[in-house]
T-cell receptor
Framework: NAGVMQNPRHLVRRRGQEARLRCSPM?????VYWYRQLPEEGLKFMVY????????ESGMPKERFSAEFPKEGPSILRIQQVVRGDSAAYFC???????????FGPGTRLTVL | EDQVTQSPEALRLQEGESSSLNCSYT??????LFWYRQDPGKGPEFLFT???AGEEKEKERLKATLTKKESFLHITAPKPEDSATYLC???????????FGQGTTLQVKP
């Protein structure tokens, strides 16, 4: 059973460009979570999705950030008009149950020049 | 407000020198307490889930325990390959998200 997959693993963008981060959950998992890890900081929750629904987006910045988990295909975290402060590692996790163990992917390391 | 505090921030041990990592938490309705291991440049790797005070779980040289206010990760006779950052997180009954502590970075010297 393949683990959580994220791509790309590394992404470099210039200020003002858009970043798209993809996450394929483990097989059989319908709950997806996105977290951000800034340098020298802990993991911070961003958003929780189930298929076609956003359940909790309390950790998402109000502007420029959006997330989706369509019926078919991976979950997408989209950052518009990136700024240097968006440089971080973005991790996706999946779970078979609401409130169950979350299994993390390898992360996407975003660098904004 | 839900909160997780881990101590110490960093810990250096000699190979074979046992020790414990602490995770203190406040949460409105504990849904579970989770321990993860994170190696540099990688995603967190799931270790344990504890659900109620008094519960204990073991895996190789690691043992996790839980009280109503804190959890301990005991490392018995560690080896250099146990070097990593250990993360503690709580799940609240109000939400599916995990709230993480800052982590304890463990270095085990041969």
């Amino acid at each position: 059973n393949a683990g959580v997959m994220q791509n790309p693993r590394h992404l470099v963008r210039r200020r003002g460009q858009e970043a798209r981060l993809r996450c394929s959950p483990m097989k059989g998992h319908s709950h997806v979570y996105w977290y951000r890890q800034l340098p020298e900081e802990g993991l911070k929750f961003m958003v929780y999705l189930q298929k076609e629904n956003i359940i909790d987006e309390s950790g998402m910045p109000k502007e420029r950030f959006s997330a989706e988990f369509p019926k078919e295909g991976p979950s997408i975290l989209r950052i518009q008009q990136v700024v240097r402060g968006d440089s971080a590692a973005y991790f996706c996790a999946s779970s078979p149950l609401d409130g169950g163990e979350q299994f993390f992917g390898p992360g996407t390391r975003l660098t904004v020049l | 407000e839900d909160q997780v505090t881990q101590s110490p921030e960093a810990l250096r041990l000699q190979e074979g020198e046992s020790s414990s990592l602490n995770c203190s938490y406040t949460v409105s309705g504990l849904r579970g307490l989770f321990w993860y291991r994170q190696d540099p440049g990688k995603g967190p790797e799931f270790l344990f889930t504890l659900y109620s005070a008094g519960e204990e779980k073991e895996k190789e040289r690691l043992k996790a325990t839980l009280t109503k206010k804190e959890s301990f990760l005991h490392i018995t006779a560690p080896k250099p390959e146990d070097s990593a950052t250990y993360l503690c997180a709580v799940g609240s009954s109000n939400t599916g998200k995990l709230i993480f502590g800052q982590g304890t970075t463990l270095q085990v010297k041969p």
